[in-house]
């Protein structure tokens, strides 16, 4: 079974510059997640799908960050602008639905803010 | 406020010792647990799980307690491995926050050969 994959793996910008990010899921998995991982600490949800709905972003800061799943399979993130404190390494997860399973992490793409 | 965390940021052990990494949560609505495994540049990886009506589980040369009288979740690691050095993070499922998955700050496992 092919895991999360996620791109780019790696991705450099100057502050108020915008960024996306892709996810592709496990086949088959309903829902979406987008974590945000700072350096030395453990991930923090920014938004879940189920499907192509939205079930929870209220993590999600609205002003810059975007993220939609249109046709409940890949995921794009988007920031616009950047700031210098979203250096991070952004997880994608996908579980079979939103119940008692564990989430299932793509190695994440690593941003860093200039 | 409440938080899942770790009693220990950094464990260092010896190889083919046994390791325990503890984890305290705060929050009486969690039912469901969750330890994975973090090595450098990947993601998360999922370890094992365990849900509030069981105390104990087994995996393969790893099994996590759960005590709810106190709040407690740890993971032990039998006969330790170069291979499990690791960030270790436990995360629970806060049913009163929506089902959102919380991650303590991580341990990180040190194995000396």
């Known amino acids: 079974e092919a895991g999360v994959a996620q791109s780019p793996r790696y991705k450099i910008i100057e502050k108020r510059q915008s960024v996306a990010f892709w996810c592709n899921p496990i086949s088959g998995h309903a829902t979406l997640y987008w974590y945000q991982q700072i350096l030395g600490q453990g991930p923090k949800l920014l938004i879940q799908?189920?499907?192509?709905?939205?079930?929870?972003d209220s993590q999600l800061p609205k002003d810059r960050f975007s993220a939609e799943r249109l046709k409940g399979v890949d995921s794009t993130l988007k920031i616009q602008p950047a700031k210098l404190e979203d250096s991070a390494v952004y997880l994608c997860a996908s579980s079979p639905g939103s119940g008692n399973q564990p989430q299932h992490f793509g190695d994440g793409t690593r941003l860093s803010i200039l | 406020g409440e938080s899942v965390g770790l009693h220990l940021p950094t464990l260092s052990v010896q190889e083919g010792d046994n390791s325990i990494i503890n984890c305290a949560y705060s929050?009486?609505?969690?039912?469901?647990f969750i330890w994975y495994k973090q090595e450098s540049g990947k993601g998360p990886q999922f370890i094992i799980d365990?849900?509030?009506?069981?105390d104990k589980r087994q995996g393969q040369r790893v099994t996590v307690l759960l005590n709810k009288t106190v709040k407690h979740l740890s993971l032990q690691i039998a006969a330790t491995q170069p291979g499990d050095s690791a960030v270790y993070f436990c995360a629970e499922k806060r049913y009163n926050q929506g089902g959102k998955l919380i991650f303590g700050q991580g341990t990180e496992l040190s194995v000396k050969p």
């Open positions: 799908f189920q499907n192509n709905g939205v079930v929870d």
């Open positions: 929050n009486s609505a969690s039912d469901y």
């Open positions: 365990i849900r509030s009506n069981m």
